[in-house]
């Protein structure tokens, strides 16, 4: 699993935008959208163990026969880099993209991109992980300098685990650090603890005086991936998502039953073996029901998450530079509403999950 490439926020570090993409990104927030139906559309993914079903509903034809089912064509495009994925469909590139809850807020929804989270597709349940030097206990790492991707998802989760020991991030310092570097580096005798994910965290774990004090699994829930939708290409066509869903939840169908040739279709494209997308999928907490994915969307959790997802954004600055707060861009669940109700700009919407699970 390469969940390098899913470094939520890495624009901001790795990947800035070019002049052109930037402009057209503004412009995409900044336009009214119009009314538009369409039979072609086209949804892009980048490699991570939660992802690689559309790998598989690609390659075999399963989102080709919903679409069909629908009247309509779909292209599936792999992007190698994550973040350029989001962009593209920032820009509008791309109606759909395969990204974090944190992202989907920061990037395209913080930009203006009124986007839908179609389908929740998985939670990160232990791919994310804090190690410590010399300490078996967590309350220990006050103090001590933390190598990690700042303003990514290991960020959030150190930020998390802190405060399961009433800490902050004044009590330790932050080092940025390549997910490319960090293995190498807890060698030194110099580094005292890391927040990193997998497979890098697998590698760090094995290693002398390598302390796992906190997975994503104490936070369950809360590091989601999703498949997110233009909001008004989705209103305007509505069999797109039908499509999406359809496709998904026949894969979720095969992983549920483990379906041993599907599982190794997805792990070649993962770049490994069954055995080790199979550890991959450990960690991750598939919703492969949709009536699980269902009651997470309308429960009242889901927008408590997004909440701290927001305060998290926004204390870094990755809401804008003139946020005025965390609730400048508008959250909608089926729960309610964060933020600006007159600025919603992120939805998640579980009717045609719904409709899908009726219809079975």
Same mark, same amino acid.
């Given at each position: 699993?390469?969940?390098?490439?899913?470094?939520?926020?890495?624009?901001?570090?790795?990947?800035?935008?070019?002049?052109?993409?930037?402009?057209?990104?503004?412009?995409?927030?900044?336009?009214?959208?119009?009314?538009?139906?369409?039979?072609?559309?086209?949804?892009?993914?980048?490699?991570?163990?939660?992802?690689?079903?559309?790998?598989?509903?690609?390659?075999?034809?399963?989102?080709?026969?919903?679409?069909?089912?629908?009247?309509?064509?779909?292209?599936?495009?792999?992007?190698?880099?994550?973040?350029?994925?989001?962009?593209?469909?920032?820009?509008?590139?791309?109606?759909?993209?395969?990204?974090?809850?944190?992202?989907?807020?920061?990037?395209?929804?913080?930009?203006?991109?009124?986007?839908?989270?179609?389908?929740?597709?998985?939670?990160?349940?232990?791919?994310?992980?804090?190690?410590?030097?010399?300490?078996?206990?967590?309350?220990?790492?006050?103090?001590?300098?933390?190598?990690?991707?700042?303003?990514?998802?290991?960020?959030?989760?150190?930020?998390?685990?802190? *405060?399961?020991? /009433? $800490?902050? @991030?004044?009590?330790? &310092?932050?080092?940025? =650090?390549?997910? #490319? !570097?960090?293995? +190498?580096?807890?060698?030194?005798?110099?580094?005292?603890?890391?927040?990193?994910?997998?497979?890098?965290?697998?590698?760090?774990?094995?290693?002398?005086?390598?302390?796992?004090?906190?997975?994503?699994?104490?936070?369950?829930?809360?590091?989601?991936?999703?498949?997110?939708?233009?909001?008004?290409?989705?209103?305007?066509?509505?069999?797109?998502?039908?499509?999406?869903?359809?496709?998904?939840? *026949?894969?979720? /169908? $095969?992983? @549920?039953?483990?379906? &041993?040739?599907?599982? =190794?279709?997805? #792990? !070649?494209?993962? +770049?490994?073996?069954?055995?080790?997308?199979?550890?991959?999928?450990?960690?991750?907490?598939?919703?492969?029901?949709?009536?699980?994915?269902?009651?997470?969307?309308?429960?009242?959790?889901?927008?408590?998450?997004?909440?701290?997802?927001?305060?998290?954004?926004?204390?870094?600055?990755?809401?804008?530079?003139?946020?005025?707060?965390?609730?400048?861009?508008?959250?909608?669940?089926?729960?309610?509403?964060?933020?600006?109700?007159?600025?919603?700009?992120?939805?998640?919407?579980?009717?045609?999950?719904?409709?899908?699970?009726?219809?079975?």
């Amino acid at each position: 699993m390469t969940r390098s490439t899913r470094t939520p926020s890495q624009h901001l570090l790795l990947a800035p935008l070019s002049a052109a993409l930037l402009a057209t990104t503004l412009s995409a927030g900044l336009t009214p959208a119009h009314a538009q139906e369409r039979d072609e559309f086209s949804v892009c993914w980048s490699i991570y163990a939660g992802w690689m079903p559309w790998a598989y509903a690609d390659v075999e034809g399963v989102v080709d026969k919903w679409a069909d089912e629908y009247g309509i064509s779909i292209d599936v495009v792999q992007v190698n880099d994550y973040v350029e994925s989001i962009n593209q469909f920032t820009s509008g590139n791309v109606d759909g993209c395969a990204m974090t809850n944190m992202d989907a807020l920061t990037i395209p929804a913080a930009s203006g991109v009124d986007s839908t989270a179609l389908i929740i597709n998985d939670y990160s349940n232990g791919n994310d992980g804090l190690v410590l030097k010399g300490s078996d206990d967590l309350a220990d790492i006050a103090g001590r300098q933390v190598n990690l991707v700042q303003f990514s998802v290991s960020h959030y989760f150190l930020a998390r685990a802190l *405060e399961s020991v /009433g $800490l902050t @991030e004044r009590d330790i &310092e932050t080092v940025n =650090t390549s997910d #490319a !570097d960090i293995v +190498g580096l807890f060698s030194s005798s110099t580094t005292q603890a890391v927040a990193a994910w997998n497979p890098q965290l697998s590698a760090i774990a094995e290693m002398p005086d390598a302390n796992v004090m906190y997975t994503s699994a104490e936070i369950p829930g809360e590091i989601l991936d999703l498949m997110v939708v233009n909001t008004q290409t989705l209103a305007d066509n509505p069999a797109l998502g039908h499509a999406l869903v359809g496709a998904w939840y *026949e894969v979720m /169908g $095969l992983i @549920e039953t483990g379906d &041993e040739n599907a599982l =190794t279709i997805m #792990a !070649d494209a993962a +770049g490994t073996n069954l055995e080790g997308y199979r550890a991959q999928l450990e960690a991750t907490y598939l919703y492969t029901d949709p009536a699980e994915a269902i009651a997470l969307m309308e429960s009242p959790e889901l927008l408590e998450t997004m909440e701290r997802v927001a305060e998290f954004s926004f204390t870094h600055g990755l809401l804008g530079d003139m946020a005025p707060n965390a609730g400048v861009v508008g959250i909608e669940t089926p729960s309610g509403v964060f933020g600006d109700a007159g600025n919603v700009q992120m939805r998640f919407d579980p009717s045609f999950t719904q409709t899908y699970l009726d219809a079975q």
